[in-house]
């Protein structure tokens, strides 16, 4: 019926694919850029009355502002409340995106119910955006102070480590923020592998396997993309690095060297622009429907890229069954990181990429439980020599608890 062909439709590329591409990607327009036009003409230095046409111009392009203020009035906020401050489009934005991530979750609950890891697993992603990314962001705004997104670290949210956000910031979340990107994003990623985060507590992983679960085999598995990630995400943990030490080298030089600071505004906000607006918001979600997921997360975010290289000489690995393997293709299909997951199974390989990030949806579609993921630095359980046959010592092989 027309219920099954749009299912299909929109989730194969098809014109409904495409229509919800275009509306995803004019949504991240109208919602970032009408800010940066105004603050791109002060940043380059143009003149004063540029500047005020360029903000005028973003004001006739913040639909979504217009929209709250539209609403507010609708719902009678005339007398100032708690929530006036935090009444604006990020509200919106951070309840459209939360009511995606938690949809989506009970939606991944109940179709793998059967499934231990993926149902703790959502609900972990639930309660992080719910609390951490949403409702404690909303409560500083409200009260007064800035919001603080207590999911996201440096590099990803990139602003936490500018020495003057750093300076304006209460010491509780200059140590949260320091400690949490510097410290326990790479020593859980030595233990967990990139999943602990990208899996579990990032809302982009978090939006793209709830709300973006059913587009999750359009990632691309060729050889040309896999030569194009491990050049572009490795590009931007450079951009990423470069752009906090300029910052923080024209703090630290200050007035003394206005060249640094004018450099470093620029710099910033290209940044702004292009990795966060462009690539993060509107190419990480918008291509969705035709791309994948996971474009963003593989491709080009900075976290990722350095958990990533953190994984690789960790303890987390995929583990494989030996001469387990059917060849049917489901767990290649399926890897949202478009990792030939197949091609492993079919040598016998356990293994451990850069870019997986843990999600075990490989692990759930194969038919004869081939692949397992787990957090272990010893060799392969599997691995049964004649000699260890022979001596009866695979007996004395510690035992290892999937996780």
């Not at 929530?83 to 793998?112: C, Q, S």
């Not at 992983?205 to 709300?211: E, S």
């Not at 491990?230 to 060249?259: C, Q």
């Not at 392969?380 to 260890?388: G, I, V």
Request: aromatic letters at 16%; glycine letters at 10%; proline letters at 4%.
């Amino acid at each position: 019926g027309k219920l099954g062909w749009f299912k299909h439709d929109i989730t194969h590329r098809g014109i409904t694919a495409w229509l919800l591409f275009a509306i995803l990607l004019l949504f991240y327009f109208i919602l970032y850029f009408p800010d940066k036009i105004g603050e791109g003409a002060q940043v380059f230095g143009a003149s004063k009355e540029t500047v005020e046409w360029a903000r005028e111009l973003g004001g006739s392009l913040n639909i979504f502002e217009d929209f709250m203020r539209w609403l507010g009035a609708a719902l009678g906020f005339t007398v100032k409340k708690w929530w006036d401050p935090v009444w604006n489009k990020w509200t919106l934005y951070g309840t459209l995106y939360t009511g995606g991530i938690v949809g989506g979750g009970i939606y991944m609950i109940r179709k793998y119910s059967h499934n231990r890891y993926q149902i703790i697993r959502m609900i972990a992603i639930m309660v992080t955006q719910a609390i951490f990314a949403f409702s404690l962001p909303i409560m500083l705004g409200a009260t007064g102070h800035k919001d603080y997104y207590f999911s996201y670290f440096w590099p990803l949210k990139i602003e936490y480590l500018y020495p003057e956000n750093l300076a304006n910031m209460p010491l509780f979340m200059v140590l949260y923020g320091v400690f949490g990107g510097l410290l326990l994003v790479p020593i859980l990623g030595a233990f967990f592998g990139k999943r602990w985060y990208c899996a579990w507590i990032c809302g982009c992983g978090g939006l793209a396997n709830t709300f973006g679960e059913p587009w999750r085999q359009l990632s691309n598995k060729s050889q040309a993309a896999w030569t194009f990630e491990k050049y572009s995400i490795h590009t931007m943990l450079v951009i990423a690095l470069a752009t906090t030490g300029i910052a923080a080298a024209s703090f630290a030089l200050g007035d003394k060297s206005p060249g640094l600071q004018q450099t470093a505004t620029i710099v910033k906000y290209l940044y702004g622009v292009f990795g966060v607006a462009l690539l993060s918001g509107a190419v990480g979600v918008a291509f969705y429907p035709i791309g994948g997921t996971r474009v963003w997360c593989r491709f080009f975010c900075p976290m990722a890229a350095l958990l990533g290289l953190v994984q690789k000489f960790g303890r987390y690995r995929i583990t494989v069954k030996r001469n387990m393997c059917i060849s049917c293709g489901m767990c290649s299909k399926y890897c949202e990181m478009g990792i030939d997951v197949r091609a492993y199974a079919q040598r016998n390989q356990s293994f451990v990429r850069a870019s997986c990030v843990g999600c075990g949806l490989c692990a759930e579609v194969c038919p004869r439980g081939v692949l397992r993921l787990e957090n272990k630095a010893d060799p392969d359980p599997q691995e049964l020599t004649m000699n260890k046959l022979l001596t009866q010592g695979y007996k004395e092989e510690p035992q290892r608890k999937a996780v």
